[in-house]
């Protein structure tokens, strides 16, 4: 929705840009994803339009926001995913609980499956993208956050044992920056978890780093960055990898959600996956039976108490 709050006055240069953004966002939005600030910003960064640097990063930050006021930027078209409200739930009528729970009823789709899956991405603002294809799978996602702590690497080390227990083995989908802390952390996630689990007697756990990796940045091309020298790991990755890194958010999220998919798919045992489903579907449509008739449920249960205590007065 687009809704003017302030009148602006724009250059010709200015507009030509916001038209530009504009068109990047229904591409995307066409594909049915939804852009932060920086993935909007790397776009142009890959499309030649803009220089990769702080002083762009903030210029289009600037224009967006003052486009957004003007009401020439859909004001949905660019989200934050690091705050947002958080609230109870609530319903109008019993019903509707049933009829929410119809929707939001699931098996759990790999309980039969020999593996179990997650994919862990570095930052918020990528989760949504994880999210899409990740929940079609069923399968769970987390944001890292940068280095996990150690209170969530317990925690995930606790229930990545519980599935060895159950004889199934686990593998982590790990999805971070190619820059000296990205590539540290796909790594300070294997030794933590190893040792977790090992403790425990689980040590079946396999870190499959899935991106950001150099054939994909050959691949795809996504504009560099310096590497950070005030990093501590700043040496070490310079003498493997050079002088630059890249930001996984500067890949396209077709791409990113494309690569998941596809890495789900070697693991996923396809019968035992459609079984899961037909399990839920059939027990959402009871749920949603059960919604449709809430009403007359409710009076037949009535009437049966009606019919009970009847009983109950002549027996005494």
């Known amino acids: 929705m687009k809704i003017c709050y302030q009148e602006k006055n724009f250059r010709t240069k200015s507009l030509e840009m916001i038209k530009l953004c504009n068109e990047i966002i229904e591409e995307f939005s066409a594909q049915g994803f939804e852009l932060t600030l920086r993935q909007l910003y790397y776009q142009l960064v890959s499309r030649a339009v803009i220089p990769n640097n702080e002083k762009s990063y903030d210029n289009i930050g600037a224009l967006i926001s003052d486009a957004r006021l003007a009401g020439l930027v859909d004001w949905e078209a660019i989200v934050d995913r690091t705050r947002y409200l958080r609230a109870l739930s609530h319903w109008n009528d019993p019903s509707e609980v049933i009829e929410d729970g119809a929707q939001q009823y699931r098996v759990d789709c790999w309980a039969d499956q020999p593996k179990r899956l997650e994919v862990w991405v570095e930052k918020d603002a990528l989760v949504d993208v994880i999210g899409k294809v990740a929940n079609q799978f069923d ?14 690497m317990y925690g995930a080390a606790q229930r990545l044992v519980n599935y060895q227990n159950q004889g199934q083995s686990v593998v982590i989908i790990h999805l971070g920056d190619h820059d000296p802390s990205g590539i540290d952390m796909s790594r300070d996630i ?4 190893t040792m977790f689990c090992e403790y425990h007697g ?40 050079g002088n630059e890194s890249w930001e996984l958010d500067a890949l396209n999220p077709k791409v990113i959600a494309d690569m998941i998919r596809a890495e789900i798919n070697k693991h996923l045992d396809k019968g035992f996956f459609a079984a899961a489903q037909e399990k839920q579907r059939q027990a959402r449509e009871e749920l949603q039976r059960l919604a449709d ?11 049966a108490e009606k019919r009970a205590a009847k009983r109950r007065k002549k027996a005494k």
Request: proline share 10%.
């Open 139 to 152: 399968v769970p996602f987390f944001s890292c956050r940068g280095y996990t702590s150690q209170s969530e």
């Open 202 to 241: 689980a040590p079946d756990i396999a870190l499959k780093r899935l991106a950001l990796n150099k054939p994909q940045i050959l691949a795809y091309k996504p504009p560099p960055n310096p590497a950070k020298l005030t990093d501590c790991r700043a040496v070490k990755y310079i003498e493997q990898h």
């Open 293 to 303: 008739n809430y009403v007359a449920a409710l009076d037949g249960a009535a009437k």
């Open 190 to 193: 294997e030794d933590r978890l």
